[in-house]
T-cell receptor
Framework: NAGVTQTPKFQVLKTGQSMTLQCAQDMNHNSMYWYRQDPGMGLRLIYYSASEGTTDKGEVPNGYNVSRLNKREFSLRLESAAPSQTSVYFC??????????FGSGTQLSVL | TQLLEQSPQFLSIQEGENLTVYCNSSSVFSSLQWYRQEPGEGPVLLVTVVTGGEVKKLKRLTFQFGDARKDSSLHITAAQPGDTGLYLCADRRYNNNDMRFGAGTRLTVKP
């Protein structure tokens, strides 16, 4: 039972490079989320998707784009990475209003 | 801007001691979830509280939801090193699909 799977686990980028973080869940959940976690800041919501075909901005969407490819997959794209985007990124999923299930995170460094 | 305020930010205690951590807001919580996060992992749900005045117990952990639903506390009795982690509160503030987190309390329990 995989739950929420994120790839890659680690990534180092140079300023200006682009990349996509992948997330997939096998629990048939409707809602999916992307968070970033910085020291002392807790988890901050970047984007979420309440259902397949819909996406909405969270607290800190600038510099990111998302795609809800199907019910299972929700990707996060950095078009032009900046050092301020160095963080740990977490994907999560949930059935409607219930608890979130998190992946194990992607540690991203932008040099 | 963090809408959920957690205190203290850091807490270091000896095994066997009791402790309480807090989650507060100037606005009414729709419902409140408490998560624990261990290093290198995503957060895991501990409990959800919904009703004002509600008290829930999970072994040595006691969760209280304020009567006015603007505050919540987590009390741990006889803390153990295995309780070490980051404790986060979360709220579906704006709508049922937008889940926001506090900055967390980082607890260290020394043997």
């Amino acid at each position: 039972n995989a739950g929420v799977t994120q790839t890659p686990k680690f990534q180092v980028l140079k300023t200006g490079q682009s990349m996509t973080l992948q997330c997939a869940q096998d629990m048939n959940h409707n809602s999916m989320y992307w968070y970033r976690q910085d020291p002392g800041m807790g988890l901050r919501l970047i984007y979420y998707s309440a259902s397949e075909g819909t996406t909405d901005k969270g607290e800190v969407p600038n510099g990111y784009n998302v795609s809800r490819l199907n019910k299972r997959e929700f990707s996060l794209r950095l078009e032009s990475a900046a050092p301020s985007q160095t963080s740990v990124y977490f994907c999560a999923s949930a059935r409607r209003n219930e608890k979130l299930f998190f992946g194990s995170g992607t540690q991203l460094s932008v040099l | 801007t963090q809408l959920l305020e957690q205190s203290p930010q850091f807490l270091s205690i000896q095994e066997g001691e009791n402790l309480t951590v807090y989650c507060n807001s100037s606005s009414v919580f729709s419902s409140l979830q408490w998560y624990r996060q261990e290093p290198g992992e995503g957060p895991v749900l501990l409990v959800t509280v919904v009703t004002g005045g509600e008290v829930k117990k999970l072994k040595r952990l006691t969760f209280q939801f304020g009567d006015a639903r603007k505050d919540s506390s987590l009390h741990i009795t006889a803390a153990q090193p295995g309780d070490t982690g980051l404790y986060l509160c979360a709220d579906r503030r704006y709508n049922n699909n937008d889940m926001r987190f506090g900055a967390g309390t980082r607890l260290t329990v020394k043997p």
